[in-house]
């Protein structure tokens, strides 16, 4: 009998190794000096992206972090009631988020978001929520 469990509980974790080792890892490391965002999955560049980071006056806060929620059609209390959609927070108040905005993607222009395409944001988002925010990381860097 404690033999037969024996095996049972191997074959167990044999199965559960592989879904443990297929979460994926998605990166989004922001520059602010380059008013880019490249995202990678495990390790291989899927995307890079036009942003806008905090304008004269404000800031994007620099570091490493996670992603804390999401919200597909939040609007800004602070700000108006702004809309942020497709919105992934990892700092407070602080998401990377769409806009609509076009013309300003490539220079400072916000609050201190990370603002993209709304194209662009709806698929980070789409990776984001699928991956699950806590296998999302969020670099900012000067």
Do not use: E
């Not at 929620?69 to 988020?97: E, L, Q, T």
């Not at 603002?115 to 789409?126: E, M």
Request: hydrophobic fraction near 40%; include cysteine.
């Amino acid at each position: 009998m404690r033999k037969l469990l024996l095996a049972v509980s191997a074959s167990l974790c044999l199965l559960v190794q592989p879904m443990a080792a297929s979460a994926s890892n998605l990166v989004a490391s922001i520059s602010i000096s380059n008013q880019t965002m490249t995202v990678t999955q495990n390790g291989i560049v899927k995307h890079r992206w036009k942003v806008s980071t905090a304008r004269k006056g404000y800031v994007t806060p620099l570091g490493n972090y996670s992603a804390k929620w999401a919200s597909k059609n939040h609007r800004s209390r602070k700000y108006d009631n702004a809309p942020m959609p497709y919105a992934i927070f990892f700092h407070g108040g602080y998401a990377v988020h769409a806009t609509f905005d076009l013309k300003r993607l490539g220079r400072p222009a916000s609050h201190g978001c990370v603002r993209l395409h709304p194209d662009n944001a709806a698929q980070f988002f789409s990776m984001a929520t699928h991956n699950g925010l806590k296998n999302t990381k969020i670099i900012v860097t000067r």
